[in-house]
């Protein structure tokens, strides 16, 4: 990064997710044990884990790692996220990677927060009542590795946010996986819907095939008997058309048609009265007479059809019996 006319380095972390170029890496300032990470910094949080408008807007093929650490220079020249620690806190221990990132720089760090003035020491305003704990929290913060903090702390902040996504994903897998297990079922109930639909239509077809080839047969048969009579005319009887096969069948035969012709008389009668070719009193007359004879014929053809019931029912009888 450059800041005020110098250059300086941050070292970064950038890991790179499974669903990457999709989604935005995720990307933490990694800072050395003679550097600590800036409080309450607008973009770089305690653990380090970095937010910029860059990686919430972040969309492929449109964004990308080179303009991403271009970006990250120019928001870390503003605001820088890291500064040295006072001498006191400076581990004589420092790795010679460390100390080689340091000397890359054009100058080094400076050894307070860039942007922050100098604060008084804490010790002018404490009490004595809190001196002891004030002393116990720098000696925990001297002993303490930055930078194993900042690991740990990036190490717990990537786990919760994988946990978060696994198990977002697995609940849109298994509900993905329910939907697929009743539409599987849908389709398996229709299938043998539309199973037994096919076969029945086939056995339609196949009973229509054979009715065709009787038609057809029938029709040939009649065509040659046509074909061999000579065309007459025939004077016939229509009523030695239908020959009943007993006295009963002849008896409900005569019934019937008895109790048919009665029946277009009143309508003939109804149509006469409506037109007024017949007087009320005649009418009246005429329909009671003609009521009570259709219902004696009515009669008598229930009564018959009791008698062939019976007949029937002997017949079969008789015919079990044998």
Not at 101 to 116: D, T
Request: charged share 25%; glycine share 4%.
């Amino acid at each position: 990064m450059s800041y005020q006319g110098q250059t300086y380095n941050i070292p970064v972390t950038i890991w790179l997710l499974e669903a990457y170029p999709n989604c935005a890496p995720r990307v933490f300032v990694n800072p050395t044990k003679d550097m600590i990470i800036k409080r309450s910094h607008k973009h770089v949080d305690a653990s380090g884990m970095v937010s910029l408008p860059y990686l919430n807007s972040w969309t492929y093929p449109r964004s990308n790692l080179v303009d991403l650490a271009r970006d990250l220079g120019s928001m870390f020249g503003q605001d820088p996220p890291l500064y040295t620690k006072p001498s006191g806190q400076m581990s004589g221990q420092t790795n010679a990677s460390d100390r080689q990132g340091l000397e890359s720089a054009s100058l080094p760090l400076p050894s307070r927060p860039f942007g922050l003035p100098v604060r008084d020491s804490p010790r002018r305003h404490q009490s004595p009542r809190n001196s002891p704990r004030v002393q116990s929290s720098n000696i925990s913060a001297q002993t303490s590795d930055p930078q194993e903090v900042f690991r740990r702390n990036a190490i717990a902040s990537l786990v919760d946010r994988l946990k978060l996504d696994i198990t977002e994903l697995q609940s849109m897998r298994e509900a993905g996986m329910d939907s697929l297990v009743n539409t599987q079922s849908q389709l398996k109930q229709r299938k043998e819907v539309l199973k037994q639909g096919i076969d029945q239509l086939r056995e339609e077809k196949e009973y229509l095939e054979k009715q065709v080839q009787t038609i057809l047969c029938n029709t040939e048969l009649i065509q040659k008997w046509v074909d061999s009579h000579p065309k007459r005319k025939i004077e016939f009887n229509i009523d030695d058309v239908f020959e009943p096969s007993d006295s009963l069948s002849k008896q409900m035969l005569e019934c019937t048609s008895q109790d048919l012709a009665l029946e277009d008389l009143l309508y003939s009668l109804d149509k006469a009265v409506q037109e007024g070719l017949v007087p009320l009193d005649i009418y009246l007359k005429q329909v009671r007479s003609i009521s009570r004879e259709q219902f004696f014929h009515r009669a008598i053809s229930e009564k018959i059809q009791v008698a062939q019931y019976r007949v029937e029912i002997a017949h079969m009888a008789s015919r079990y019996a044998s």
